[in-house]
């Protein structure tokens, strides 16, 4: 399997239920990012692990919890969700260099009920 | 962090060659101009990046403007596969600070 993948592709909460979205590449990158896409509205960057280390937390509320315990995986544990933080979630990953090209995956669909 | 400013969208007819500005007039030396694209029910794909020379690869051209205050990337022959959102944007070193911005939406008509 190559490039980057996501697990659930869908996935329906209540906003007192407790999931996480899965992220793994193989394509030997170091750096992975979780962004989230609302209708009508930009990307929105929200964690940045750069060397399996975060080095970015753009003001993300705390009911999102990134992980990444090695380079290849990315895990976003969500818990008291919120109505409006459905939306798509999106998983990248890049190799740290100049250059930084990032590559995604198709996102998981999230609805909070 | 630099900003990049692109037309809300754009029409093309199938066959014929597009191309999609993007002005990034607050560019520094170290940024490179990157161009993804989103299909639609899909994640952002890669299409194309330069720093300062023209760039080709299977997919695109891009152009670069010589104060590279501005870009232009050319879909040589649009196809109805080509209807998408592109996004330009500005990476650093320090990538995770770019941003993605509305991008210009395009359709492709048969």
């Given at each position: 399997?190559t490039?980057?993948?996501?697990?659930?592709?869908?996935?329906v909460?209540?906003m007192?239920?407790?999931?996480?979205?899965?992220?793994?590449?193989?394509?030997?990158h170091n750096?992975?990012y979780w962004?989230?896409q609302?209708?009508?509205?930009?990307?929105?960057?929200?964690?940045?692990?750069?060397l399996?280390e975060?080095?970015?937390n753009?003001?993300?509320p705390?009911?999102?919890s990134p992980?990444?315990?090695?380079?290849?995986h990315?895990?976003l544990?969500?818990?008291?969700?919120?109505?409006?933080d459905?939306?798509?979630?999106?998983?990248?990953?890049?190799q740290?260099?100049?250059?930084?090209?990032?590559?995604?995956g198709?996102?998981t669909?999230l609805?909070?009920? | 962090?630099?900003?990049?400013?692109?037309?809300?969208?754009?029409?093309?007819?199938?066959e014929?060659?597009?191309?999609?500005p993007?002005?990034?007039?607050?560019?520094?030396?170290?940024d490179?101009?990157?161009?993804?694209?989103q299909?639609?029910s899909?994640?952002p794909?890669?299409?194309?990046?330069?720093?300062?020379?023209?760039v080709?690869?299977?997919?695109?051209?891009?152009?670069?403007?010589?104060?590279?205050?501005?870009?232009?990337l050319?879909?040589?022959?649009?196809?109805?596969r080509?209807?998408?959102?592109?996004?330009?944007?500005?990476r650093?070193?320090?990538?995770?600070?770019?941003?993605?911005?509305?991008?210009?939406?395009?359709?492709?008509?048969?």
């Amino acid at each position: 399997e190559t490039g980057v993948t996501q697990t659930p592709r869908h996935l329906v909460m209540g906003m007192t239920n407790k999931k996480s979205l899965k992220c793994e590449q193989h394509l030997g990158h170091n750096a992975m990012y979780w962004y989230k896409q609302s209708a009508k509205k930009p990307l929105e960057l929200m964690f940045v692990y750069s060397l399996e280390e975060r080095v970015e937390n753009n003001s993300v509320p705390s009911r999102f919890s990134p992980e990444c315990p090695n380079s290849s995986h990315l895990f976003l544990h969500l818990h008291t969700l919120q109505p409006e933080d459905s939306a798509l979630y999106l998983c990248a990953s890049s190799q740290v260099d100049r250059e930084e090209t990032q590559y995604f995956g198709p996102g998981t669909r999230l609805l909070v009920l | 962090d630099a900003k990049t400013t692109q037309p809300n969208s754009m029409e093309s007819n199938e066959e014929e060659p597009v191309h999609l500005p993007c002005n990034h007039s607050t560019i520094s030396g170290t940024d490179y101009i990157h161009w993804y694209r989103q299909l639609p029910s899909q994640g952002p794909e890669y299409v194309i990046h330069g720093l300062t020379s023209n760039v080709n690869n299977r997919m695109a051209s891009l152009a670069i403007a010589e104060d590279r205050k501005s870009s232009t990337l050319i879909l040589h022959r649009a196809t109805l596969r080509d209807a998408a959102v592109y996004y330009c944007i500005l990476r650093s070193t320090n990538a995770g600070k770019s941003t993605f911005g509305d991008g210009t939406t395009l359709t492709v008509k048969p």
